[in-house]
């Protein structure tokens, strides 16, 4: 598989739209259910998500949580802020590819760099 390494700093709006376009790899933190099927952690829970996918994003206006519509994904397989198995549930990474994203810049207590993609496909467990 090839690797995309884009660096958005400095680039016009129109330059960073044309390189989102390119697919990308990440990282995705996903509930990982009793009966072995994939889901969120947060916003619309009960969605399962199956592997090797395409699957487009939805909006899920959720009370409490910042309105980014689009699929989260991490630039490492790194979220400090959120635990990886509470008591409630099992959680587990998973290696992503995803495309028409944009680049948000987090602190590093919540993992650094963040895509929000339009489309994403689960590739495997790591």
Same mark, same amino acid.
């Given at each position: 598989?090839?690797?995309?390494?884009? +660096?958005?700093?400095?680039?016009?709006?129109?330059?960073?739209?044309?390189?989102?376009? =390119? %697919? @990308?790899?990440?990282?995705?933190? !996903?509930?990982?259910?009793?009966?072995?099927?994939?889901?969120?952690?947060?916003?619309?829970?009960?969605?399962?998500?199956?592997?090797?996918?395409?699957?487009?994003?939805?909006?899920? +206006?959720?009370?409490?949580?910042?309105?980014?519509?689009?699929?989260?994904?991490?630039? =490492? %397989? @790194?979220?400090?802020?959120?635990? !990886?198995?509470?008591?409630?549930?099992?959680?587990?990474?998973?290696?992503?590819?995803?495309?028409?994203?944009?680049?948000?810049?987090?602190?590093?207590?919540?993992?650094?760099?963040?895509?929000?993609?339009?489309?994403?496909?689960?590739?495997?467990?790591?």
């Amino acid at each position: 598989m090839t690797n995309y390494t884009i +660096k958005l700093d400095g680039l016009t709006p129109a330059a960073k739209l044309l390189l989102s376009k =390119k %697919p @990308n790899y990440g990282y995705k933190l !996903l509930h990982v259910r009793k009966n072995n099927t994939l889901g969120p952690l947060f916003i619309n829970k009960k969605q399962i998500i199956p592997l090797n996918t395409w699957l487009k994003a939805e909006d899920h +206006k959720t009370p409490k949580f910042a309105h980014r519509p689009g699929w989260h994904i991490c630039s =490492k %397989p @790194n979220a400090p802020h959120i635990k !990886l198995n509470p008591k409630s549930q099992k959680r587990a990474w998973f290696k992503v590819q995803f495309f028409k994203y944009e680049v948000l810049n987090r602190p590093q207590s919540q993992g650094g760099i963040w895509f929000i993609a339009k489309y994403m496909k689960i590739l495997e467990k790591i």
